[in-house]
């Protein structure tokens, strides 16, 4: 089948054109299509982006009705694309080959596609000129941008990289895309993730970046508006950077004041001084936890105080109680009682507990394993203590204890 016609390769502005239908197959889900046509505006998914989406326009030329179908995915094989849109199969038998349709893309996507796949060449070429590092991954869908390369940055250098990033955005360079020969470029230096059949396209940032690339990219920098790195991870020997461009961008720096001016209004700081303010509550919270640890552990004691120091494999149901207030009760009891011990924090109301069990004289796995056996508890540990959950009340478990 003849390739068909990339409009978006030489004008990522057109949102739109018209095209001649060449093949309708019916899709093994029910309520898609596959259209192939001579020419169009849509990006197939590619490149590590996802497709373009947006509306073909069919029919109604014969007074018929004129369809208007969502476009699902695109995808490109052998130079052919094919577009996948949602129609229902009285539709299908509609769209005959050699008739006219028209294209339209989701413009606003688009755009915010372009600006952050431009964003992340600014921030791949400045961490291959300066520091000479690879780009080794990208993806960029709706939710998410994030490149992976074969180095590693400290947090001041991740800051004077998206400064030097958006320096480049305000310098309104231009973003160039170009078809050089072979003796072009092989006197050329670019960068390239893949191996790349037929026809090199090149997108070049003067003093930027030279990258071989298929998708769209904005015409000048200064279109991008804003690039902010959101989170670096160490990933695969390198670093994968997660970043947000332009409207995203936006969006995202808006949300995270609202929450800024939120927590600046709970601490009674203002926002520069948000950091000691939480710093000062999460303080004051380890002191009260603390008071309420000495607290439970008196209470609890007292009820030690009752049991008699003969009694052996001892059981004590509290309320939910502190983790590390259990298990100091588990070793006083254990010190003063032969057996296995346990407390189990919890409540009869939702039948469910939380248990720490020891034992200084056996093997405490065979308490687990009978409450696992008639209760189906989970935990695990070693001899000398475990721990983990159970379902029941304390009827229950004392009956299956017993």
Request: contains cysteine; negative net charge.
């Amino acid at each position: 089948m003849t390739k068909t016609k990339r409009l978006y390769e030489t004008n990522a502005y057109l949102t739109r054109c018209g095209a001649t239908i060449l093949k309708v197959k019916g899709e093994k889900s029910e309520g898609l299509a596959e259209l192939v046509l001579d020419q169009t505006v849509f990006f197939p998914e590619g490149g590590g982006q996802s497709a373009d989406r947006g509306w073909i326009i069919a029919g109604g030329d014969d007074g018929s009705e004129t369809l208007m179908l969502a476009v699902k995915d695109v995808q490109i094989e052998d130079g052919v694309i094919r577009h996948v849109v949602e129609c229902t199969d009285a539709q299908r038998k509609k769209l005959i080959p050699g008739d006219k349709a028209e294209l339209q893309i989701d413009w606003e996507r688009r755009f915010g596609f372009m600006q952050n796949h431009t964003g992340e060449h600014i921030l791949s070429g400045i961490m291959h000129n300066k520091y000479g590092f690879d780009n080794i991954g990208f993806h960029l869908s709706d939710n998410s941008v994030t490149l992976d390369v074969n180095g590693q940055l400290g947090e001041e250098e991740i800051m004077l990289l998206e400064w030097e990033a958006n320096e480049t955005v305000y310098a309104n360079l231009p973003v160039q895309v170009s078809y050089p020969s072979e003796e072009e470029l092989a006197g050329t230096e670019y960068r390239s993730k893949i191996e790349i059949e037929g026809q090199t396209r090149l997108v070049t940032i003067p003093g930027v970046d030279v990258c071989a690339c298929c998708a769209t990219h904005v015409g000048m920098t200064g279109e991008i508006g804003l690039i902010k790195i959101v989170k670096v991870i160490r990933y695969n020997g390198g670093m994968r950077l997660f970043i947000s461009c332009g409207r995203r961008a936006l969006a995202l720096m808006q949300k995270r004041q609202r929450r800024i001016e939120e927590v600046s209004h709970l601490t009674n700081r203002s926002q520069d001084e948000i950091g000691d303010g939480v710093r000062h509550l999460l303080e004051e919270i380890g002191d009260l936890k603390q008071k309420n640890r000495d607290l439970e552990y008196r209470a609890a004691y007292l009820r030690l105080e009752t049991i008699p120091a003969e009694q052996k494999n001892v059981w004590l149901f509290v309320g939910e109680m502190d983790a590390i207030v259990q298990r100091n009760l588990v070793n006083r009891l254990c010190e003063e009682h032969e057996g296995a011990c346990g407390v189990f924090a919890g409540s009869d109301t939702e039948e469910k507990y939380r248990y720490i069990i020891g034992s200084r004289t056996s093997d405490s796995r065979e308490v687990q394993k009978v409450l696992r056996d008639r209760l189906g508890a989970k935990g695990g540990g070693k001899p000398e203590m475990i721990q983990g959950s159970v379902t029941g009340t304390e009827a229950a478990i004392r009956e299956a204890l017993l």
